[in-house]
């Protein structure tokens, strides 16, 4: 029993080594590095600062070149964002604007490297209508990448 456990945990983590992307694996999947544009460019809040035009009524979008990024997003803070290193992910969270974006983590899965973007949001208890805008800067997805947004309560 305990040698298969032993070659189990030997297996793991060279299925997970084996990748040029995921040099490191922790369990099922890895965190990645990102930033926001408060963090990287020193933007003001931007909750309040940036309108979003996402189309076909999409709550996130992944920005990759300066065309989209000048079409989509909007406000008063737009800083010359590296496109050929990073791509900006931008979206509402389906809380109004008097919530509170606690966290996010980054990361992706191991296993099928898909990505996924967890954003921790307190919610607010007023009426107001505002959504509230998130924005995480990444490092250039893969040509054929799958992102997901998973949105949890904080109580």
């Given at each position: 029993m305990k040698q298969a456990m032993v070659l189990f945990l030997f297996f793991s983590l060279i299925s997970c080594n084996d990748k040029a992307e995921n040099p490191i694996c922790e369990g099922d999947s890895q965190s990645v590095e990102f930033s926001t544009l408060e963090n990287m460019y020193g933007c003001s809040d931007t909750r309040f600062s940036l309108e979003l035009n996402l189309t076909d009524d999409n709550m996130y979008?992944?920005?990759?070149?300066?065309?989209?990024?000048?079409?989509?997003?909007?406000?008063?803070?737009?800083?010359?964002?590296?496109?050929?290193?990073?791509?900006?992910?931008?979206g509402?969270?389906?809380?109004?604007?008097?919530?509170?974006?606690?966290?996010?983590?980054?990361?992706?899965?191991?296993?099928?490297?898909?990505?996924?973007l967890t954003l921790f949001v307190t919610p607010s208890i007023t009426t107001n209508a505002s959504p509230l805008i998130f924005n995480a800067i990444l490092p250039k997805l893969p040509k054929d990448y799958s992102i997901s947004i998973a949105i949890k309560p904080v109580f």
């Open positions: 979008e992944v920005i990759s070149n300066i065309n989209e990024y000048s079409e989509k997003v909007l406000g008063n803070c737009h800083p010359d964002i590296d496109f050929d290193s990073f791509d900006l992910i931008v509402y969270t389906g809380h109004n604007i008097d919530s509170r974006l606690d966290s996010i983590h980054y990361f992706q899965n191991c296993s099928n490297e898909d990505f996924v």
